[in-house]
């Protein structure tokens, strides 16, 4: 009824109802049975109409160059033209190829078609001599930015439109061919680059065609095949014969112009100069081994991949492996790369340590290919694991996936990356063969957390938060932890809960602050939640069972901070929170090295600011309970010192008071006065003892600064901190006598040594004197005498003259950052940048060390040289001056006291050094801006050289050589003239080997004036920033890639091809399983924990 009602209803006004869906198919069903075309809309007629209009006005070139969506109706007016317009056709289409390259030439029909090919080419490279070229391929406008997607897609188009006619007649494309050949072969880089994209876009189209081709073929034999079993003659087995015969016929016709085009222009190309061609050359040759393995999948052509492997350009190295890695993808490809894999695999494992970071991360994912396939032994992956510490993060993970996939998943002989199924195997079997590769690892817990980190991500067992303390907790028979597995496991656990909760394990390159959103968040928290669920009630128990053990308990102590504290009071589980604290309590009590005391007073404190209620109370009184029993334990400990009793007790327990005041001020009446006590009395204590007793008063001094209330401060407090500070002084002067006269050598003596330096600039830091002028607190300031300034930069020096050997020796001592000579040059260097001490001493002796005790010192007196340039109104000429001289007066007094001549040579080879040092920072701009300061520098050291002749005459030469390079030749003149004056009336008959230095130096002022030399600008010498470790020197003439060919088509892959490219020198772990090449790769790994503080090494694989 409805129906009929709305059928009957008046319609609306206004414009007609739309058609539907039903009517336009019927309408199209009917015309198709009449043999109709279906109408086309009007908006598609108008815009046939509009290209069609377009295409009559516009050149070939402007429509790829302007217009590409009028691409595809130009080559279907070319291809239906070319019947009845071949000579316009071709010539319109070969005029664009050279418009394209950007020639303006003025070629005509009849000249194209008279003239041979080099005679046209020639004419274009003549004009591009002429400079009568337009660049479009590199053109940076914005109306050419789909230039090259243009000519590819035009290129395609056409090769696809004349398939069925032009493509096959034997004249229009062998023309082009010829061309584009021609045309990548000339001088103009621009023809080249234009050339080159044509003629591997054809082979590219070619192929298409080819394979539709090679299919029609395959369909037709079936056919034919078919019907020979019925009759073998007849009219349609004829057909499907000539069929048949006309297809092979043009698929080797397609086949031979593309091996014209790949001996033409391919094999010159690939090795140009250009190595964006190269590129491309190399990337269209992966795509050709993919999509026509039958023809271009053997060894005369994969060569060339190998042979890309060592180009010089990362980009081309980086596309020949992508294109290695698409082939190994397939496998179907395999049983023919057999040769090619065994001439070039070490190339490829090489590259894996490729100095470029995109290079190494695709070449180790070519790797994890030939491992699938099972083309690589577990000996060639030796070197492989030095790169789980690599400095850049993309390596490591990258290589971490690899180490997952084999040896821990050990899937990746069996299934395709990705195609993981890590619940068939239980999370232990991948725990335990994860501890098996940390046993490697177990000495150095930095390695560890690397490794951790690495295959973190891929690695679900890690997040198996019960797992792992059920293994701990030995509740699982079926695997016994070795105590070597089980410290393994607790770092493990520890590190993976602190990547699960959005913390870093190991250091960032660019140490930014992590921001994460909201979904991040989100999940970060639901990780924590997790975590806390799998401890809550097993946490105690681990603390428990490991409390004795110090290698285990202070990453197990850290996982307090990591749990989501609140859930103790939701699942009102207080009983096991208080135990924990307890546990962590005796911990504190039970251990005396700086991790774990650290661990235990960090979990405190957190839990006294993360809890609620009753668990905040009760950590807050365990805190307290803590510093009574802390400062009881150590005033007894003296005690007993002072009666006669070892010093062990007294040693730990200022350990626990020391890292316990780095968080929190200890109050207690007496205490600072005990420890001054014992020091000033016991002066033949362990000098490990002092150095905890000086640090716990230098705290107690900051802290009780810190109380004071500087609006209002009472006597009493300011006459308590004077007591304190005046204290720690007398003491720390008292070593800064003494120390440097010691006759006890040793490790102990050097740390005190440090120890008093750092924490007098400290103390002279506190309470500057310029910072408490004019306030109320100015009685607290103070500033040294310069003669105890000279007693400290002495103790300082003799700290700096410690041998590299020693550093090296005591790297893995405890507070070992914060007694080297970095820390005490840190000191000293804040001293004056603070303006704390006068600069006129301790300036110059700071930097007359520049080059004298390695790269980390140079870097901070580097530093200290830029901040106090930024100071305009500070005296850089005396300073560098002063400098100089000091660093000249300790040769001289080498030479004086006539020591070893090494020793001699040492110190002027210094003293050269440091001139070329601070010369070198006069570099472009700044020589003009400070020529002033540079002349001033000139000035005093002629004066002080010739202050007493000719005995300091070789400062000339030692010292101001550099700096007069730095002057324009027109103050040459003034110097001559000032050096001249100074030696008219001095007999130079004496001792000329004293004389020596004045005449070379004249004799350069004379080259200099001579030669008249204007200002070049210069550029700082900047250290080359490398990533990771050194690399290793390999035997790979990577530069000489293009040396000794002479390539063919019937050249194969053989062991003399490019000697020396992908051969690698013989690795010490050749003979080893995999698991033992980890073991030897793990003395190396420690080894380059501390290379990024030396000098950058040799630049590894350089291709």
Not at 20 to 33: K, L, N, P, S, T
Request: net charge negative; proline share 4%; aromatic share 8%.
């Amino acid at each position: 009824m409805e129906d009929t009602l709305a059928t009957l209803r008046r319609p609306k006004r206004g414009r007609p109802p739309r058609p539907r869906e039903a009517d336009h198919a019927e309408f199209e069903e009917e015309a198709e049975a009449e043999g109709l075309a279906p109408p086309q809309s009007k908006r598609k007629r108008a815009a046939s109409a509009a290209a069609a209009a377009a295409l009559e006005d516009q050149p070939l070139i402007e429509i790829i160059k302007h217009n590409g969506r009028l691409i595809s109706h130009a080559v279907k007016k070319l291809v239906e033209d070319y019947e009845s317009k071949k000579k316009s056709v071709t010539f319109q289409i070969l005029t664009m190829l050279f418009e394209a390259c950007g020639a303006k030439h003025e070629i005509y029909p009849d000249y194209l078609h008279e003239s041979d090919v080099d005679e046209v080419v020639f004419s274009l490279v003549q004009l591009a001599r002429k400079g009568l070229v337009e660049d479009n391929y590199n053109s940076k406008q914005k109306d050419l930015k789909t230039f090259k997607e243009n000519l590819v897609f035009f290129w395609d188009n056409f090769v696809l439109e004349c398939q069925n006619g032009p493509l096959f007649d034997n004249i229009l494309f062998q023309k082009i061919k010829d061309y584009v050949v021609a045309l990548s072969c000339t001088p103009p880089r621009v023809y080249r680059q234009v050339a080159s994209l044509v003629g591997l876009q054809l082979v590219t189209s070619f192929i298409s065609v080819a394979k539709t081709l090679s299919g029609q073929r395959e369909t037709t034999q079936r056919q034919l095949n078919a019907e020979k079993k019925k009759q073998s003659d007849g009219p349609l087995v004829e057909s499907l014969n000539k069929r048949l015969a006309l297809t092979h016929e043009n698929i080797t016709y397609l086949e031979e112009l593309m091996r014209k085009i790949f001996s033409g222009l391919f094999m010159h190309r690939y090795r140009d100069v250009d190595p964006e061609i190269r590129m491309s050359c190399i990337k269209s040759l992966g795509i050709w081994f993919v999509s026509y393995p039958s023809l271009f999948l053997q060894d005369i052509y994969l060569k060339y991949l190998g042979w890309t492997l060592n180009d010089k350009n990362a980009g081309v190295r980086r596309t020949s492996v992508l294109a290695l890695q698409s082939l190994y993808e397939v496998d179907e490809n395999i049983p023919s790369l057999g040769l090619f894999t065994e001439r070039f695999y070490r190339r490829m494992i090489q590259l894996a340590d490729d100095i470029d970071i995109s290079v190494a991360v695709s070449a180790i994912g070519l790797i994890k290919q030939l491992l699938r396939h099972q083309l690589l032994s577990d000996d060639d992956l030796g070197p492989l694991y030095d790169l789980l510490i690599d400095e850049p993060p993309m390596i490591r993970r990258a290589i971490g996936e690899l180490v997952y996939d084999h040896l821990i998943a050990q899937n990746i002989k069996t299934s395709h990356p990705g195609d993981r199924d890590e619940e068939n195997e239980s999370s232990e079997v991948h725990i335990g063969r994860m501890l098996q590769i940390l046993r490697e690892f177990s000495d150095d817990p930095v390695l560890s957390s690397y490794v951790i980190d690495d295959i973190w991500d891929d690695m679900k067992a890690m997040k198996d938060w019960r797992c792992m303390v059920s293994l701990l907790l030995d509740e699982n028979p079926a695997m016994e932890l070795t105590d070597m597995d089980a410290t393994n496991l607790v770092r493990m656990l520890r590190a993976s809960a602190k990547k699960a909760v959005g913390e870093r394990i190991v250091p960032a390159m660019d140490n930014r602050k992590l921001y994460y959103n909201k979904a991040q968040k989100e999940v970060l928290e639901n990780s924590k939640r997790e975590i806390t669920t799998a401890l809550m009630t097993r946490y105690p128990q681990l603390l428990r069972k490991y409390i004795s053990d110090k290698a285990k308990i202070s990453p197990l102590v850290d996982m307090m901070i990591l749990l989501k504290l609140e859930m103790y009071s939701y699942k009102r589980q207080e009983k096991n929170f208080k135990a924990a604290i307890d546990l962590i309590f005796d911990a504190f009590f039970k251990h005396g090295e700086k991790d774990t005391l650290r661990s235990c007073i960090k979990s405190i404190t957190f839990c006294c600011t993360e809890c609620q209620a009753d668990l905040k109370d009760y950590a807050e009184n365990k805190l307290k309970n803590l510093e009574d029993e802390l400062v009881f334990k150590v005033k007894n400990a003296i005690k007993e010192v002072e009666a006669g009793d070892d010093e062990y007790s007294l040693l730990v327990n200022l350990k626990r008071l020391y890292e316990l005041q780095l968080s929190k001020p200890v109050k207690n009446d007496g205490l600072f006065e005990d420890m001054y006590r014992i020091l000033s009395y016991l002066r033949d204590m362990d000098n490990e003892v002092k150095s905890f007793l000086l640090l716990n008063m230098h705290l107690q001094v900051a802290w009780c600064l810190h109380a004071i209330d500087g609006e209002t401060p009472s006597e009493t407090s300011i006459d308590e901190l004077l007591s304190k500070q005046s204290s720690l002084f007398d003491q720390l002067y008292y070593h800064l006598v003494v120390l440097p006269t010691y006759q006890k050598e040793g490790r102990s003596t050097t740390v005190l040594s440090c120890r008093v330096c750092i924490i007098t600039a400290e103390m002279w830091c506190l309470f500057k004197k310029s910072k408490y002028s004019s306030t109320r607190l100015e009685s607290l300031g103070y500033l040294p005498q310069l003669d105890i300034v000279q007693k400290f930069w002495k103790l300082c020096e003799q700290q700096l003259n410690i041998s590299d050997e020693t550093e090296d020796e005591d790297a893995n001592e405890e507070y070992i950052e914060d007694t080297n000579r970095d820390a005490v040059m840190i000191a000293a260097a804040k001293l004056v940048l603070a303006d704390t001490v006068s600069k006129d001493y301790l300036g110059p002796e700071i930097v007359s060390h520049y080059v004298s005790h390695g790269a980390s010192t140079t870097e901070i007196i580097k530093h200290l040289i830029t901040s106090l340039k930024k100071n305009g109104n500070f005296d850089m000429a005396s300073l560098f001056f002063e400098a100089l001289r000091r660093a000249y007066v300790r040769y001289m007094t080498h030479v004086h006291d006539e020591e070893n001549q090494t020793l001699i040579e040492k110190s002027y080879s210094e003293c050269q050094d440091l001139g070329s040092r601070l010369a070198g920072s006069y570099v472009g701009a700044a020589r003009n801006k400070n020529k002033s300061e540079i002349l001033k520098i000139i000035q005093d050291g002629i004066s002080f050289a010739f202050a007493d002749l000719p005995k300091q005459l070789s400062f000339l030469e030692a010292a101001l050589l550099p700096f007069v390079s730095k002057l324009p030749s027109t103050d040459i003149p003034d110097i001559l003239v000032d050096v001249g004056k100074r030696t008219q009336d001095t007999d130079m008959s004496g001792d000329q080997s004293a004389w020596r230095p004045y005449f070379m130096f004249v004799e350069h002022l004379r080259e200099r004036l001579a030669k008249n030399e204007v200002f070049q600008e210069e550029k700082e010498e900047k250290p080359v920033r490398r990533r990771g470790r050194p690399r290793k020197v390999r035997d790979v003439p990577g530069k000489k890639l293009f040396d000794e060919h002479n390539s063919s088509d019937g050249e194969s892959i053989s062991a003399s091809d490019h000697q020396g490219h992908g051969e690698d020198d013989t690795d010490d772990d050749a003979d080893q399983p995999l698991i033992n090449t980890i073991r030897s790769s793990a003395s190396k790994l420690r080894s380059l924990k501390l290379s990024q503080q030396g000098a950058p090494g040799p630049s590894g694989s350089h291709s």
